[in-house]
């Protein structure tokens, strides 16, 4: 079994590169997509290329939560999850009745992942705080 220290040192051996990665991919592909204007295959493997590291911090955000040998801190990282999740579904759900309407304009899809992760800072945030203020956490 992992002590907590090599699981949080596991994660982030794994989400580092991963997002490295993706900043690197996702500036090459814009740059080659501008310059050189690829069709078929290689406009959808250009396509692929930046979600490829994204998929891969979401494999490393399950790995901490299976390695993780403290049951609390894997309760709470589950509990942001689920709240993260939660503020995704609403607000996709909410934003793609109005884009039906017309009342706003529509936004990429692949926005999911980066609001989810602004609802986990959101969830985390929030158990931080009402677990501080009942004095369970320091």
């Excluded at 991963?18 to 406009?43: H, K, Q, R």
């Excluded at 959808?44 to 490393?60: D, E, M, R, S």
């Excluded at 955000?61 to 589950?78: F, N, S, T």
Aim: glycine residues 6%; contains cysteine.
């Amino acid at each position: 079994m992992l002590t907590m220290r090599q699981a949080n040192r596991r994660y982030l051996n794994r989400f580092i590169p991963s997002m490295t990665c993706y900043a690197v991919f996702l500036l090459g592909s814009n740059m080659i997509e501008a310059a050189y204007a690829p069709t078929g295959a290689a406009l959808i493997a250009l396509a692929i290329l930046p979600a490829l590291p994204i998929i891969a911090v979401i494999w490393a955000m399950g790995m901490a939560i299976v390695e993780q040998p403290d049951e609390y801190v894997r309760a709470k990282l589950i509990h942001a999850m689920l709240i993260a999740t939660a503020v995704m579904l609403s607000v996709m759900t909410v934003w793609s009745f109005l884009e039906d309407t017309g009342a706003v304009p529509h936004k990429p899809i692949h926005l999911a992942f980066p609001l989810w992760c602004a609802g986990l800072l959101i969830g985390q945030s929030w158990l931080w705080a009402r677990d501080r203020f009942a004095g369970l956490e320091a």
